[in-house]
């Protein structure tokens, strides 16, 4: 079975500090994925990579950013953490071959609060 | 830009009745994906089922089908002898086919699904 697997699933900090959410997937995929997910406003895509140290921008990539120096791990980094940020936040992973549908195979999600 | 509508926050099923969530889209492509994912309360979400826009056959899988109406842009998923553990919130999700190899997804709001005993 595929998984993919997220450091915490629940985080507390403090405004202004930096915070790390690791994602690792075992399955080779190229492609991983950062989304947050909010009542109301389901899943919105932060940045994604398709490649080691390749990353592009989602929709709502302000106040983020990412690292992929492996092919199986993705971190998603709050340079200063604020509160606005406080929210659900799912890593996801995928193969990149077209005819495999690229379904997308999700962590368990950390939920983070930033006081 | 591609766009998902789930107009249903909250929905609720007698254990063993059927079940039909609505999704919504709007796009001016011809090819895509469609999908249905599941998330369990305090557990991982899970794809449901998929359509690719060029089948006119509706996908099933099980218990689980879909009806996809193209030119309406509409894919509702119908879920038949409803179980408790099908208590989740559904989401709604749109694949352009063009998209190139990171298949990135656009999300509905979801809607929450109770099952009642």
């Known amino acids: 079975d595929v998984k993919v697997t997220q450091s915490s699933r629940y985080l507390v900090k403090r405004t202004g500090e930096k915070v790390f959410l690791e994602c690792v997937q075992d399955?080779?995929?190229?492609?991983m994925f950062w989304y947050r997910q909010d009542p109301g406003l389901g899943l919105r895509l932060i940045y994604f990579s398709y490649d080691v140290k390749m990353k592009e921008k989602g929709d709502i990539p302000e106040g983020y950013s990412v690292s992929r120096e492996k092919k199986e791990r993705f971190s998603l980094i709050l340079e200063s953490a604020s509160t606005n940020q406080t929210s659900m936040y799912l890593c996801?992973?995928?193969?990149?071959?077209?005819?495999?549908?690229?379904?997308?195979?999700f962590g368990p999600g950390t939920r983070l609060t930033v006081l | 830009a591609q766009t998902v509508t789930q107009s249903q926050p909250e929905m609720s099923v007698q254990e063993a009745e059927t079940v039909t969530l609505s999704c919504t889209y709007d796009t001016s492509e011809s090819d895509y994906y469609l999908f249905w994912y599941k998330q369990p309360p305090s557990r991982q979400m899970i794809l449901v089922i998929r359509q690719e826009a060029y089948k006119q056959q509706n996908a099933t899988e099980n218990r689980f089908s879909v009806n996809f109406q193209k030119a309406a842009k509409s894919f509702s998923l119908k879920i038949s002898d409803s179980q408790l553990g099908d208590a989740a919130m559904y989401f709604c999700a749109y694949r352009s086919y063009s998209g190139g190899a990171t298949n990135k997804l656009i999300f509905g709001t979801g809607t929450l699904l109770a099952v009642q005993p």
């Open positions: 399955m080779d995929h190229e492609n």
């Open positions: 996801a992973s995928s193969p990149r071959d077209r005819e495999l549908y690229n379904e997308q195979f």
